[in-house]
């Protein structure tokens, strides 16, 4: 053979060799990602098999035993007594002064380690403690959840009020975020199991979970927060130890947030419903929490919101009925923006918000309303905490 028809073939081989090569690595990167998608296939198909949907209405276990001690002796909620209550999101313990978090513009997904948890859990404790209220509204409390290190918080803060402590109060624990596992973003946020938890010094007759309209369609819904009212029962008494027929109606919530405003709007909307509904039957009616939400009532030009964070949006106040009160007090921001961390930050240009109070019936008179300034130092939320009489 000539020198020619050597290099002829040997050209010839060497093209088979990579079309060969080719095909192999054509080959192995489809067998990769047919993998890929039969795992995120089968992890979709996991989430919807799995996913938490609540019926409408619910019954709530009440747990505890409530022996509170008064200067009048009762142990029900009485016309004529003052009544404090608090409400304030813990950020399921691990968004204290430290964090940032990726979903308000920050990077954080895990954001603390077991220790800081802990550590801001006792001090939100010892906090509410010092406060001594007799109702307590606490919104994003974690029970077994990878971001919170499966620790129980709500029998960690049941368990701290209780020990040692006069009033012995009774719990109602309805979730709002059960989701086995969510996938996003990159490492990703793992199981949750969160809700919204009541607490209470006055002996609680019912609780049931409300379902809100939620927002988002599937696939989305599956990895989100399924929000609820939890609408605690204590019955009202007149000044002779009768019973008045009557029930002070305990609403406690966490409206949504990431929506692009029509959930905000359907849930204040179903919310509306339900207190004026509460109201008409001749009921006691205080609703609180985190609204994600300004009351438009409420003077909040002192936290301008500034571009690039997230929007709050405004709860209109004027679709209510007159039979309500819009209380915030805007001599301290309930919230702080989550797209830094708080302690090392720029405090005077900081982003802050008025999204925390409570909405009360006419029926009951405001005593005293104070947003406590806790520098963020435990949880990106202040407490609201109000006295109130009913009349």
Same mark, same amino acid.
Request: some cysteine; overall charge negative.
């Given at each position: 053979?000539?020198?020619? #028809?050597?290099?002829?073939?040997?050209?010839?081989?060497? #093209?088979?060799? +990579?079309?060969?090569?080719?095909?192999?690595?054509?080959?192995?990167?489809?067998?990769?990602?047919? !993998?890929?998608?039969?795992?995120?296939?089968?992890?979709?198909?996991?989430?919807?098999?799995?996913?938490?949907?609540?019926?409408?209405?619910?019954? !709530?276990?009440?747990?505890?035993?409530?022996?509170?001690? +008064?200067?009048?002796?009762?142990?029900?909620?009485?016309?004529?007594?003052?009544?404090?209550?608090? $409400?304030?999101?813990?950020?399921?313990?691990?968004?204290?002064? /430290?964090?940032?978090?990726?979903?308000?513009?920050?990077?954080?997904?895990?954001?603390?380690? %077991?220790?800081?948890?802990?550590?801001?859990?006792?001090?939100?404790?010892?906090?509410?403690?010092?406060?001594?209220?007799?109702?307590?509204?606490?919104?994003?409390?974690?029970?077994? *959840?990878?971001?919170?290190?499966?620790?129980?918080?709500?029998?960690?803060?049941?368990?701290?009020?209780?020990?040692?402590? &006069?009033?012995?109060?009774?719990? $109602?624990?309805?979730?709002?975020?059960?989701?086995?596992?969510?996938?996003?973003?990159?490492?990703?946020?793992?199981?949750?199991?969160?809700?919204?938890?009541?607490?209470?010094?006055?002996?609680?007759?019912?609780?049931?979970?409300?379902?809100?309209?939620?927002?988002?369609?599937?696939?989305?819904?599956?990895?989100?927060?399924?929000?609820?009212?939890?609408?605690?029962?204590?019955?009202?008494? &007149?000044?002779?130890? /009768?019973?008045?027929?009557?029930?002070?109606?305990?609403?406690?919530?966490?409206?949504?947030?990431?929506?692009?405003?029509?959930?905000?709007?359907?849930?204040?909307?179903?919310?509306?419903?339900?207190?004026?509904?509460?109201?008409?039957?001749?009921?006691?009616?205080?609703?609180?929490? &985190?609204?994600?939400?300004?009351?438009? *009532?409420?003077?909040?030009?002192?936290?301008?919101?500034?571009?690039? +964070?997230?929007?709050?949006?405004?709860?209109?106040?004027?679709?209510?009925?007159?039979?309500?009160?819009?209380?915030?007090?805007?001599?301290?921001?309930?919230?702080?923006?989550?797209?830094? *961390?708080?302690?090392?930050?720029?405090?005077? /240009?900081?982003?802050?918000?008025?999204?925390?109070?409570? !909405?009360? *019936?006419?029926?009951?008179?405001? /005593?005293?309303?104070?947003?406590?300034? %806790?520098?963020?130092?435990?949880?990106?939320?202040?407490?609201?905490?109000?006295?109130?009489?009913?009349?």
């Amino acid at each position: 053979m000539s020198d020619n #028809g050597k290099k002829r073939r040997s050209v010839n081989n060497y #093209g088979t060799r +990579r079309k060969n090569i080719v095909r192999r690595i054509v080959k192995v990167a489809a067998w990769i990602l047919g !993998i890929l998608i039969l795992l995120v296939a089968g992890l979709f198909t996991w989430l919807t098999v799995t996913e938490y949907k609540p019926a409408d209405i619910e019954t !709530i276990a009440v747990e505890g035993n409530a022996e509170p001690v +008064r200067e009048s002796g009762a142990k029900e909620v009485t016309l004529g007594d003052r009544v404090t209550i608090m $409400s304030w999101n813990i950020g399921y313990g691990a968004l204290g002064d /430290n964090a940032d978090f990726f979903m308000d513009g920050g990077k954080g997904v895990k954001t603390a380690d %077991m220790e800081r948890v802990m550590s801001n859990l006792k001090g939100m404790a010892t906090s509410i403690r010092l406060l001594d209220p007799d109702i307590v509204f606490l919104q994003e409390v974690d029970k077994d *959840s990878a971001r919170s290190y499966e620790i129980d918080e709500a029998d960690y803060f049941t368990r701290a009020e209780n020990e040692g402590n &006069d009033k012995q109060y009774q719990t $109602s624990f309805a979730y709002n975020y059960k989701v086995k596992f969510v996938p996003y973003p990159v490492p990703p946020i793992g199981k949750v199991n969160g809700g919204i938890l009541t607490m209470s010094d006055y002996p609680l007759s019912e609780s049931e979970r409300r379902q809100l309209p939620c927002p988002f369609s599937w696939p989305y819904r599956l990895g989100n927060l399924k929000r609820c009212l939890l609408v605690s029962r204590t019955p009202v008494y &007149d000044t002779e130890g /009768n019973p008045t027929g009557k029930d002070l109606v305990l609403v406690n919530l966490h409206l949504e947030a990431y929506d692009s405003g029509e959930g905000k709007a359907a849930q204040t909307a179903m919310l509306k419903d339900f207190l004026q509904e509460e109201y008409d039957k001749g009921n006691y009616v205080i609703a609180g929490g &985190d609204f994600n939400q300004t009351f438009t *009532s409420i003077d909040s030009s002192m936290y301008p919101e500034k571009p690039n +964070r997230w929007h709050c949006g405004s709860l209109d106040t004027s679709e209510f009925s007159d039979d309500f009160q819009f209380i915030m007090d805007n001599s301290a921001p309930t919230c702080r923006s989550l797209d830094q *961390s708080y302690a090392d930050a720029d405090k005077e /240009n900081f982003q802050y918000y008025m999204i925390d109070g409570f !909405i009360v *019936s006419k029926n009951i008179s405001v /005593n005293i309303y104070n947003t406590i300034d %806790m520098q963020f130092e435990y949880t990106d939320h202040n407490p609201a905490i109000m006295s109130v009489t009913l009349e």
